[in-house]
């Protein structure tokens, strides 16, 4: 029939199989082949009913998203005529979902006039996670099976239901244990035989009938804080609206207008990016699939602060069994305490049950000293950040620990290679690098040395996914990937607000545009102190630079943020929620005088992009010095790490959307202004010159 369709006449009934591995995404070739074998089942008297089913174990996963943009070929028909026509057949058509029915796959489903499903499958429309709506009459026909309410949550949330839940709802009408095309064939010579017009969705009424109107706007109120700046969830309700509104036919034709204006915008252009850069993400060029991971079957931490405690739980959520080690028993039982105490806050949030968590904590020992490390297959060292310190529990437990395992730091600013020295296995020292609180973010910065094997980063690239995060390879470098560009865009956000801006309306413009809290909320949060902190320890590192003096003022003034009630906001009653302060205000005032600046206003649009052009300048730096394997993982890491909005893709790929023309006549300018931290990277100017992308880069 065609490479991707198979076709078979059983007695009276086509059947039609989709075979398109991995997921039977619907392509070019499989809406021509689909359309082709239906017409053939049409026109062939003997065909009384059709089955459509899915080859291997899925049905049909979803459209072909990397087709998205390309010019459909002339004999190709789109999609929509594709499933109008199996509506519209005077033959019955019986879908049968031998595995997932996704996107696409749903709405071709939905187009048919039956459907029979296995009871292990899942049917949804996930389009919404990728920036626009379905396209094929998913937001039409879903309302019409399911009613309305359950059709927003599947259509604005996304995430799929089990098919027993779709029995339920009405989008499935029976689910057969055993072989479901067997038992669609069945069920297609039953309608056939009784004979009479085939049950379109799409002239079904009864559950979009007389809807409450009101439902529509309560469901935009609900979606709301979830939903800053993003199109395409308020157009799958508009959709839904229409479909108990409007007629069938026009609800298609409004329903393809939307889809078309959101498919091509650059909203679903960066989450499709996204979904693309996440997958891209785990392959490291020079370690092949063959290499073999480590299994890693215990752990060890030691020291059980702040992040030791959230990396143990890390482990033990996991259900790696972990020993935590401190330098006292007083230390280490604060630390084990704390760890109880946010599991128990996990119980009381109803997010854990107790049985949960006593599995887990049971899955933790402690011991001071190294008896721990002995056996483990990883050992994360996460005591005070201080080189001398780690260096000699690096020699401590070099010499304890199996000759095979692993041994980590979750140093943010040290050069691990220098700890990797003062072993006698340093093809097998790593960093994992944890984000704060460990047992919440997904980012794991795993940080290759130079004399690491391939075996441990590959072993720490798979440990990362079994913990749940994301793991993303950097090199050693100062504040990594993800740290580097924070450090430096804040301090442009500090120049700004010593030139004339004010700190609630950098972080208003940045919250705007789709972070969760702009840079001095940020600080505030973390902690004044570790940003003072950590810029003292860098004054080495880049001399002679222009340094930003607000920060240093206010940590003198022990304003160090939440934890004091104060820092670049006031935090009334132990508020969490800061409100703009006129002390701060008259501090940065007397500040820009102090330092002979004459303050001027700055526009939202210019906070944005020199706080844009400082992290994308940054990452190419980042890339010129081989910290980060692909211009996509820095935007994996600005995503997961901190925030940056999904539909706009990442400081990378936002750069590559403004072009890079423009992104560097302005690092240019703000070169002149901030000196060396806006110095233009080379790839930059290469690629600006070149007319090339930030992912064009390929490492190497
Ligand atoms: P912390 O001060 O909360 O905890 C450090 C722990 O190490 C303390 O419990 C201390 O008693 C213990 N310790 C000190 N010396 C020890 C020794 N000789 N043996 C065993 N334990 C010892 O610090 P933290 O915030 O958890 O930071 C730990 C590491 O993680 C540092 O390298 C830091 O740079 C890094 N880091 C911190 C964050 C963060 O946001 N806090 C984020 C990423 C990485």
Not at 268 to 282: D, H, P, Q, S, T
């Amino acid at each position: 029939m065609s490479d991707v369709i198979d076709f078979e006449v059983r007695g009276a009934i086509g059947v039609i199989t989709i075979n398109n591995p991995p997921a039977n995404a619907l392509s070019f070739a499989v809406d021509k082949g689909l359309h082709e074998a239906v017409q053939r089942c049409t026109a062939d008297d003997a065909i009384k009913a059709m089955v459509i089913t899915g080859g291997g174990k899925m049905f049909v996963a979803g459209a072909d998203i990397s087709e998205f943009g390309k010019p459909r070929p002339d004999d190709v028909p789109e999609l929509n005529d594709v499933i109008e026509g199996i509506e519209a057949s005077d033959k019955p058509v019986v879908a049968a979902l031998n595995g997932l029915a996704l996107g696409g796959g749903l709405e071709l489903a939905m187009s048919c006039h039956y459907r029979l499903a296995a009871p292990t499958i899942q049917v949804g429309q996930p389009e919404v996670k990728l920036g626009f709506i379905p396209g094929a009459g998913g937001t039409q026909r879903l309302p019409r099976l399911a009613g309305v309410e359950a059709a927003l949550d599947m259509i604005v949330g996304g995430d799929p239901i089990k098919a027993q839940k779709a029995l339920e709802l009405g989008i499935v009408d029976e689910l057969v244990e055993g072989d479901v095309v067997a038992r669609a064939v069945e069920f297609a010579e039953e309608v056939a035989a009784k004979g009479g017009a085939p049950r379109r969705t799409g002239e079904q009424t009864d559950k979009i009938s007389g809807v409450d109107k009101s439902v529509f706007d309560a469901y935009r109120r609900k979606i709301a804080p979830k939903s800053r700046g993003l199109a395409a969830p308020y157009e799958c309700i508009r959709m839904v609206e229409v479909a108990a509104t409007l007629p069938f036919a026009q609800g298609l034709e409004e329903e393809r207008k939307a889809f078309v204006t959101l498919r091509d915008s650059d909203q679903a252009a960066a989450m499709r990016y996204m979904f693309f850069a996440e997958r891209e993400v785990a392959k490291v060029p020079d370690v092949p699939r063959d290499v073999q991971p480590m299994k890693i079957a215990s752990a060890a931490v030691v020291g059980s602060g702040t992040m030791g405690g959230g990396i143990a739980m890390c482990f033990a959520n996991a259900g790696v069994p972990v020993t935590v080690t401190d330098i006292s028993q007083e230390a280490l039982d604060a630390g084990l305490a704390k760890v109880k105490a946010n599991y128990e806050g996990s119980v009381s949030r109803g997010r854990l049950t107790q049985a949960q968590m006593d599995e887990r904590l049971g899955l933790i020992s402690g011991s001071v000293g190294y008896d721990g490390a002995k056996e483990a297959d990883i050992v994360i060292e996460a005591v005070f950040e201080d080189m001398d310190l780690k260096k000699k529990i690096f020699a401590d437990l070099d010499a304890v620990m199996k000759p095979e395992a692993i041994l980590a730091s979750n140093t943010s600013t040290l050069d691990i290679n220098e700890l990797a020295a003062v072993t006698k296995r340093p093809d097998k020292v790593v960093g994992t690098h944890f984000f704060s609180p460990a047992n919440v973010m997904k980012l794991l910065e795993n940080v290759r040395t130079e004399t690491a094997s391939k075996e441990t980063i590959a072993t720490v690239m798979q440990l990362s996914k079994v913990l749940g995060k994301v793991g993303v390879l950097v090199g050693v470098g100062d504040g990594f990937v993800g740290n580097r560009l924070l450090g430096f865009a804040s301090r442009i956000a500090e120049f700004m607000v010593e030139e004339g801006a004010l700190p609630w309306q950098v972080d208003k413009v940045l919250y705007d545009f789709g972070f969760p809290m702009g840079p001095f909320a940020v600080s505030d949060m973390a902690g004044v102190d570790i940003r003072y902190l950590s810029r003292q320890g860098q004054l080495k590192l880049y001399p002679g630079r222009r340094n930003p003096v607000l920060t240093d003022k206010l940590y003198e003034m022990g304003r160090l943020g939440q934890k004091t009630g104060k820092g670049w906001y006031l935090y009334k009653d132990g508020s969490r929620k800061g409100e703009p302060d006129p002390e701060i205000e008259k501090l940065i005032a007397e500040t820009s005088k102090e330092l002979g600046i004459d303050r001027r206003p700055f526009s939202d649009e210019e906070i944005l992009a020199n706080y844009l052009c400082a992290l994308s300048n940054t990452g190419a730096h980042v890339l010129d010095e081989g910290l980060a394997i692909r211009a996509s993982d820095i935007d994996v890491i600005w995503l997961y790490g901190y925030g940056f909005p999904r539909q706009h893709g990442g400081p990378m790929f936002h750069a590559d959307l403004v072009g890079l023309d423009k992104v560097l006549a302005k690092t240019e300018a703000m070169f002149q202004l901030y000196g060396d931290w806006m110095k233009p990277a080379g790839l930059l100017k290469t690629f600006a010159a070149e007319g090339k992308k930030f992912k064009d880069y390929k490492a190497g």
